[in-house]
């Protein structure tokens, strides 16, 4: 089932209601039930059933998208593209989605910032940006879920009680057949802002709101434009105010329009107003059609624990902040992936329970920097106060002539990959890194990268040393891991000393997830041993 | 030949000032911030500035 798209029109898939087994008696309990067949939830699904763990993916409605047609999160950053790969969704995201690596900033008509993220060299495959609709990500996911085979969906699902148990999770569950009961020894709460499990189990969070308000325009239309990401911090076609552009598939174009706080939502999305500002904008009146538009505010919010039990939280369900830099979505998909591998250990008996703690650890450093990093663009693009406007008008004029203060120019810093700095994971120097999609030789000979290396070890742990002594292969028989001789990396060794310090005469270990548990000198297998029980928490 | 003295550069900054609307000298403080962070570079020695300047002029205002 897939998105189609034909008259400048979409049409999103219906997936099927099937009555749920539970309405003819009580079922065993499943290991793993996801809420919320959003980016999170369905990562969380696709690298599951990729690691052998079935899962069940409760859903409210039926199809893909949040809000109907809206493109909703439209920026895949590179760490993302880098777990779709392993996930086995890249191809079709590459097909139809927008690569970009060049973003412009204008005030007014003048070009006061640029950047290419290409030239930042990082040697992955994957590139900076992919840009692609929501809705077609989903199909994505969903289309993978279902080749991988493991997945349960159950549409128009939804939870109204989640009551958390010693052993398992009872999840009340109305659908239109009826409602029932649903056991689960895990629940993945990846339910987006609606949060029914978070509040029921009363975790706290800390928030901030702003009165900005911004609308979304998704425009079919064949002007010839650079595909870049251009962002105006004044537009004389929209009042003075900020505006986004971004390119996506199908020749639709992402228009982002920051409203007049004191003006009426409904009126402000209107396609009329809509239309004059692109009359506005290219100076006559141009054929477009108005695929979806609505207006949205934004929100910081970060739950205090993303683990309560059985229960564990992912996406924007555990924390929401302003979408500049493309931060949300795929904080959700990175959270996801952060947590498969450690669901699928604690499963399987590789691994302590605790390990899942530091999913939390680990994921809530990631969103607490993402929420200050996306209020510092909130700040500079809705100043609060008159110290604000005073200096973001100085960095406005100093822009003009001094390269300085361009970079301070604030439309929104992009996503990038979070360093675990603290986590209880970092069992040497360079733990915690992310580290990039580099090419590789494997194991078997063949050219690949990091995330085939990784796939090929099935979500063990990759230690790479000097020489694989008998003493090293015997650690695979206890741990979840795979001992690989470095020599065999070529090219790569270089980078990922470079990435991690990695020094000659020492060993690394990467986690499944494509980050640095650490590196140290290979001497004594029995720090390896030491290093290895800190990652299993045993 | 004169030597150039702290008392010089407090002159010119209190000319740059002269004449201005009280919107226009914090606009030309702000740009003179900017400007000279640049130049400093050091982000220790700049929050060191920073706390020194709250220190001295919002205590002072607290009293």
């Known amino acids: 089932m897939q998105v189609s798209f034909s008259n400048g029109r979409y049409t999103l898939p219906e997936y099927p209601f099937r009555v749920p ?11 793993v039930v996801i809420v919320g067949a959003g980016l999170a939830g369905l990562t969380a699904a696709c690298a599951l059933a990729q690691l052998g763990v079935p899962a069940v993916v409760l859903d409210e409605d039926n199809t893909v998208g949040v809000r109907g047609l809206s493109s909703r999160g439209v920026c895949y950053a590179r760490k993302s593209l880098e777990i779709f790969d392993r996930l086995g969704i890249y191809r079709r995201m590459l097909g139809k989605g927008v690569r970009w690596s060049v973003g412009r900033t204008f005030d007014g008509d003048e070009q006061i910032y640029e950047f290419d993220l290409a030239s930042d060299s ?120 900020a505006v986004w552009r971004h390119a996506l598939a199908d020749k639709v174009w992402r228009l982002d329009y920051q409203l007049d706080p004191n003006a009426t939502a ?22 477009c059609r108005i695929v979806w538009t609505g207006a949205w505010s934004y929100r910081s ?77 909130g700040r500079f693009l809705r100043p609060e106060n008159a110290a604000q406007r005073i200096y973001r008008d100085a960095t406005l004029a100093l822009a003009r002539h001094h390269p300085f203060a361009r970079s301070l120019v604030n439309t929104g810093r992009m996503s990038q990959p979070s360093t675990y700095r603290d986590s209880r ?10 580290i990039p999609n580099l090419p590789l030789t494997l194991p078997d000979g063949r050219e ?19 020489a694989e002594s008998a003493d ?28 991690c310090g990695w020094q000659a005469g020492h060993l690394i270990i990467l986690r499944p997830d494509l980050y640095c548990a650490g590196t140290f000198e290979c001497g004594d297998v029995a720090e390896l041993e030491h290093a290895l029980r800190s990652l299993t928490c045993t | 030949m004169t030597d150039h003295t702290p008392d010089d550069w407090y002159e010119e900054l209190m000319d740059a000032h002269r004449g201005l609307s009280d919107a226009q000298s914090q606009r030309l403080d702000a740009a ?4 000279l962070a640049n130049q400093i570079a050091d982000p220790r020695a700049l929050r060191g500035c920073l706390q020194a300047a709250s220190a001295a002029v919002l205590r002072q205002e607290r009293q």
Request: include cysteine; charge should be neutral; hydrophobic fraction near 45%.
């Open chain 1, 425 to 434: 994971l970092n069992v040497g120097r360079g733990g915690g890194r992310s």
């Open chain 2, 32 to 35: 003179l911030v900017l400007l």
């Open chain 1, 301 to 377: 919010e970060c739950l205090k624990n993303f683990r309560q039990g059985r229960v564990l939280f992912a996406g924007d369900c555990a924390h929401t902040m302003s979408p500049f830099g493309g931060r949300g979505g795929n904080s959700g998909i990175q959270d996801a992936d952060n947590l498969a591998w450690k669901l699928a250990w604690v499963i399987a008996g590789k691994a302590d329970a605790s390990l899942l703690d530091t999913y939390s650890e680990e994921r809530r450093t990631a969103a607490l920097e993402n929420i200050r990093i996306a209020e510092r663009t």
């Open chain 1, 122 to 241: 990082n040697a992955s495959r994957q590139p900076p940006f992919i840009n692609l609709q929501q809705f077609y990500v989903e199909a994505f996911l969903i289309q993978r879920a279902t080749e991988l085979g493991s997945v349960d969906f159950r549409w128009c699902s939804k939870v109204v009680k989640g009551e958390p148990g010693a052993s398992c999770v009872k999840l009340s569950i109305e659908t239109p057949a009826g409602a029932y009961s649903l056991l689960a020894d895990w629940v993945i709460d990846c339910s987006g802002v609606g949060r029914v499990l978070a509040e029921a189990l009363c975790i706290g969070r800390l928030g901030t709101r702003s009165d900005d308000r911004w609308c979304i325009a998704d425009v079919l239309f064949d002007e010839d434009l650079p595909v870049e990401r251009h962002t105006w911090v004044s537009a004389k076609f929209n009042d003075g105010r």
């Open chain 1, 21 to 31: 087994p539970e309405l003819s008696g009580p079922q065993r309990a499943h290991p």
């Open chain 1, 448 to 466: 690949g990268d990091v995330v085939q290396l990784m796939k090929w070890a099935q979500g063990d742990l990759v230690v790479l040393v000097d």
């Open chain 1, 266 to 287: 409904g009126d402000a999305a209107h396609e009329d107003a809509i239309r004059e500002r692109l009359r506005c904008q290219f100076g006559r009146d141009v054929a």
């Open chain 1, 472 to 499: 090293l292969i015997a650690l695979e028989a206890r741990f979840p891991v795979r001992i690989v001789a470095s020599a065999r990396l070529g090219s790569a060794r270089a980078a990922l000393a470079a990435n």
